[in-house]
């Protein structure tokens, strides 16, 4: 099992950009997925969660109104689409998959809770 994440880049504040998380080797369409960062020195930190197959989806209070997490079942793809970006937004994001269907969303925030990884795409946002 496999996760490709890509999509970052250099972006200006209040620019967007997409990442875009591949999984092979298993399908994830039920599974819980999400999307962590850690920018340097930091500690790795949530960001979004789709809860499996209760389809609920949260965010991290730093990204919530601009962030949005999606998927594509037909693709074995997820998505994050970040606008309004803000140089704090600077971090390698991670994209991670569970073996679980569900979630209660205190465990979503938790790095436990996911037993694939992606290797990560670095987004930075200049001011």
């Known amino acids: 099992v496999q996760l490709q994440a890509c999509g970052g880049g250099l972006v200006h504040a209040g620019d967007s950009l997409r990442l875009s998380c591949a999984a092979s080797?298993?399908?994830?369409?039920?599974?819980?997925v999400g999307w962590f960062r850690q920018s340097p020195g930091k500690k790795r930190e949530f960001v979004a969660v789709i809860r499996g197959t209760s389809g609920n989806k949260n965010y991290g209070a730093s990204v919530k109104g601009r962030f949005t997490i999606s998927r594509d079942n037909a693709k074995n793809t997820l998505y994050l689409q970040m606008n309004n970006l803000k140089p704090e937004d600077t971090a390698v994001y991670y994209c991670a998959a569970s073996d679980r269907q569900y979630v209660i969303l205190s465990q979503a925030w938790s790095e436990d809770s996911y037993d694939y990884w992606g290797k990560g795409t670095l987004v930075t946002v200049s001011s």
């Open positions: 080797g298993r399908s994830f369409a039920d599974n819980v």
